[in-house]
């Protein structure tokens, strides 16, 4: 069976939140801005900023370069 894992919701909203700032999939902010963006969210903590990178960059919809954060391209 070939299915995807479904990304848990504070994934989710972190990867929107993301995507938003960065002004699309395909996209890139820094390190530093991307985790400003995550803590201005009222819902997440510094803890939960670093985890949610880390959850997001294991499941491959986020990448490292240099000191940014890339948003992977999508198909949609």
């Known amino acids: 069976m070939n299915e995807e894992r479904r990304l848990p919701p504070f994934a989710e909203d972190t990867l ?3 995507t938003d700032a960065a ?19 009222e819902r997440f903590g ?11 960059e294991s499941r491959g919809h986020i990448y490292y370069v240099d000191e940014a954060v890339r948003i992977t391209p999508t198909d949609e």
């Open 46 to 56: 510094e803890a939960d900023a670093q985890a949610a990178l880390t959850e997001l």
């Open 16 to 18: 929107a939140l993301l």
């Open 23 to 41: 002004g699309g999939s395909g996209e890139k902010l820094a390190k530093d801005e991307a985790l400003e963006v995550i803590r201005a969210d």
